[in-house]
């Protein structure tokens, strides 16, 4: 499975494994956890990708002050299934049908921002 974008004069082909690492990247982006605890399969169905990510999602602990998830677990899901098909689509021009997200368990780390 490659992906092909043309451009005027040419095309160019992006092979599978970069394809899958693009969409583990904006995958794990999107749950708010590290690209290495992603995993994502990828299948072409008539034309289009099919990806199955399987990766925790950051949850922010009981009591913790500061930065609180957005939205219940499923509204943040379905925004993530979208923000991959957006980014992956912007990234590298596949075409992703279906986003199926399997939650292997909740990351309760406190994320740090660098200033």
Known sequence: MT???T???GR???AA????????AVTADALDVAASDVSVELDDHGGELHVTARAPIHVTPLG??????SGTLLERLSTA???IRTRCLELTGSSIGRVDLRIT???LRERRRVS
């Open 81 to 83: 299934q979208t923000t």
């Open 17 to 24: 494994r970069a394809v899958r690492r693009v969409v583990s």
């Open 3 to 5: 992906a092909a974008v």
């Open 12 to 14: 160019t082909t992006i």
């Open 7 to 9: 451009a005027d004069g």
């Open 64 to 69: 913790e002050s500061g930065r609180r998830s």
């Open 105 to 107: 368990g909740a990351d």
